[in-house]
């Protein structure tokens, strides 16, 4: 059964950078829409950022914009985030997940919506703070 298997989390300061990797086993990623949520306790899983497959087009929440970036490298079966002048509230578990491309991509992004979405990842840490 397809998973991801993701790394990259830990502790930063404010201003801090991060990359987090998702590397999928058990299916390839052509084809899947891949997308990053993340999770504070209490809260309901947000998602942050989106990349399709068919041309590489990219969403993010206005909360990152301008500040995290996300890519693929089907090559590699990997997705990454790339997360820059983190803050405080940036603060939670992160999640990767792939869904088919023409269910998850809307035209204003990638759906928000948790169960059209195949694959996760296990999710992993991160926490900023000085």
């Known amino acids: 059964q397809g998973q991801f298997v993701e790394s990259g989390g830990g502790l930063v300061q404010p201003g801090g950078s991060l990359t987090l990797s998702c590397g999928a086993s058990?299916?390839?990623?052509?084809?899947?829409?891949i997308g990053w949520f993340r999770q504070v306790p209490g809260k309901k899983r947000e998602r942050i950022s989106c990349v399709s497959s068919s041309d590489g087009s990219t969403f993010y929440e206005d909360s990152v914009k301008g500040r995290f970036t996300i890519s693929r490298d089907n090559a590699k079966n990997t997705v990454y985030l790339r997360m820059d002048n983190l803050k405080p509230e940036d603060t939670a578990v992160y999640h990767c997940a792939a869904g088919p491309e023409d269910r998850v991509v809307l035209p204003t992004g990638c759906t928000p919506g948790v169960h059209e979405y195949d694959y996760w990842g296990q999710g992993t840490q991160v926490t900023v703070s000085s």
């Open positions: 058990g299916f390839t990623l052509h084809g899947y829409a």
